[in-house]
């Protein structure tokens, strides 16, 4: 494949040093292309083109620039197959899940972004005799958008749309661990024509890149997705400079099967939502909270369905699992399933490499899909966001338990309600500490709606309206009528 490179100023670049970084396919742990190594030199150029853009672009009338916005999802939607095959080379996912959902997914986040701006109001207060106010919302300048790797297109224009669609512009960071698409988004993003400059990435090194995005004095807000400890670091360089920024960070998300949850309609929901994308999605369940007086038929019913799963080459159409996103992440995933072991849990299916993969497959990050039980609720294996294709099993006594039980973690991003007790969900649904519950489903995403979590899974809420409001700033304009 070619090289990826930067888009800075409206051109495809090289790092100024010259230096690149290769792109390993998890699935074979071979090369497949390399990305600019960029230095805080080329994150510089990069804000400088970004400012020189922002008179022009959010001066704009809006339709003009959600046209433009709405000119590149068509252009992802063409790319599709190619899109959807780069990201499952680069990051190991299942060539469907990109196909059918992550490359759809992020050419809807620019024309969800692009419509929402179209149907945006601002406040108006009314003082009666004494005049009234009115709430202009303006754009707050250069964004830093910084990106993780496991659903690497999506999650990236999920931050850049809502921020370019409000009239800011911004300067990218996808993971260094998955450049690719985020490449081709540079290229699309020329041939959409977005005027040169309001739209720039730059590849590398997230303590140098991302770090340099944090710290520049002209970057005033920074939206971050990543691990809660990354989080940490952002807040701590951002805060004295008093940043706007957003975190949606890392989840231990709890699913409850209540008592009289229907277990055959919930139980391919709750597979898929353990083990998509080898459970690296912030929102996969990784903690299944069964009512005691299920846990046997429940098991019955889910081992065999998860020892059924494929695991294999992510291009091939009959793997429903592919593989990890690289050798380390492996190796940090099967220590916490030996952590497990020691913490006394037992393993009830899955824990190792799959046995019967493809030669041309031996370097991979491969793991079949690992179920645990018998781990007390304080273990770190129970606390701890694990990030991979592993769940852990445990029984509750009352519905009160499930609730105490699904709260105690430091995490609040997601949790999943299995029942067909109306006034039971509502009630759980006020007293789980997360930022989405779902009931009776799961990932069914309503972009309208807001995004982001409790406690330590992040800090500020991203999604429709709330997203319009972080991008801009208020100012309060305030009539007063003649006496
Ligand atoms: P990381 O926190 O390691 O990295 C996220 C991004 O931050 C990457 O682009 C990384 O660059 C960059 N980065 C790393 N160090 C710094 C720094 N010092 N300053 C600025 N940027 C930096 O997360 P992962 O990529 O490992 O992603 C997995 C995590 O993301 C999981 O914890 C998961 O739960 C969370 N996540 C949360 C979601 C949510 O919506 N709440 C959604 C999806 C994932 P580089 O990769 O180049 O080091």
Same mark, same amino acid.
């Given at each position: ?320 699992? !592919?593989?990890?996103? =690289?050798?380390?992440?492996? @190796?940090?995933?099967? /220590?916490?399933?030996?952590? %497990? &072991?020691?913490?006394? +849990? ?65 995490? !609040?991003?997601?949790? =999943?309600?299995?029942?067909? @007790?109306?006034?039971? /969900?509502?009630?759980?649904? %006020? &007293?789980?500490?997360? +930022? ?48």
């Amino acid at each position: 494949m070619p090289d990826v490179l930067n888009l800075i100023d409206g051109a495809l670049v090289e790092a100024r040093d010259g230096g690149w970084r290769d792109s390993i396919n998890p699935a074979t742990g071979e090369p497949h292309t390399r990305c600019p190594d960029s230095s805080a030199a080329d994150v510089d150029r990069a804000v400088s083109a970004a400012r020189e853009a922002f008179p022009g672009w959010s001066s704009l009338p809006v339709a003009e620039r959600s046209d433009a916005l709405r000119r590149l999802a068509d252009l992802i939607d063409e790319h599709r197959d190619d899109l959807a095959r780069l990201e499952s080379i680069d990051q190991g996912k299942v060539l469907s899940q990109a196909r059918e959902i992550e490359i759809p997914r992020s050419a809807a986040n620019f024309r969800f972004f692009a419509g929402a701006v179209e149907h945006a109001a601002s406040s108006f207060h009314d003082m009666g005799g004494a005049g009234f106010n009115y709430t202009l919302r303006r754009p707050r300048g250069v964004v830093g958008c910084i990106a993780p790797w496991n659903l690497p297109l999506y999650l990236f224009t999920w931050k850049i749309a809502p921020a370019l669609a409000t009239g800011n512009t911004v300067v990218g960071k996808p993971s260094e661990l998955t450049p690719a698409t985020a490449g081709r988004l540079g290229e699309l993003a020329i041939e959409a024509g977005l005027p040169r400059g309001v739209l720039n990435i730059v590849h590398g090194d997230g303590a140098v890149v991302g770090h340099r995005l944090v710290e520049h004095p002209e970057v005033g807000t920074i939206t971050f997705t990543g691990g809660t400890s990354t989080g940490a670091r952002i807040a701590e360089t951002a805060g004295p400079l008093f940043k706007r920024i957003s975190l949606e960070l890392g989840g231990k998300n709890p699913v409850v099967v209540c008592e009289d949850a229907d277990l055959d309609r919930a139980m391919p929901h709750i597979v898929r939502s353990a083990f998509s994308n080898q459970g690296q999605i912030c929102l996969c369940g990784s903690r299944i909270l069964v009512h005691r007086s299920r846990l046997e038929e429940f098991m019955e019913g889910f081992l065999p369905r998860v020892s059924a799963l494929r695991t294999g080459d992510p291009l091939d159409p009959e793997s429903d699992l !592919g593989a990890l996103v =690289s050798r380390e992440h492996l @190796d940090k995933v099967q /220590a916490y399933i030996e952590l %497990a &072991r020691s913490e006394g +849990g037992k393993v009830a299916c899955g824990g190792r490499r799959p046995p019967e993969l493809p030669d041309r497959l031996d370097g991979g990050a491969f793991l079949e899909p690992t179920v645990l039980m018998g781990l007390p609720q304080s273990c770190r294996t129970n606390q701890e966001e694990i990030f991979g294709p592993v769940v852990s099993v445990q029984g509750f006594d009352s519905h009160g338990e499930a609730v105490r039980r699904a709260n105690d973690v430091p995490y !609040g991003l997601a949790c =999943s309600i299995w029942t067909n @007790d109306l006034s039971r /969900a509502h009630g759980m649904a %006020a &007293r789980i500490d997360a +930022g989405i519950i779902w009931v009776n489903c799961w990932m069914v995403r309503d972009l309208r709606t807001p995004f982001g979590g409790w406690k330590q899974s992040g800090v500020g809420r991203e999604g429709g309206e709330e997203a319009l409001r972080f991008f801009t700033e208020s100012t309060n304009v305030c009539i007063g009528f003649e006496p």
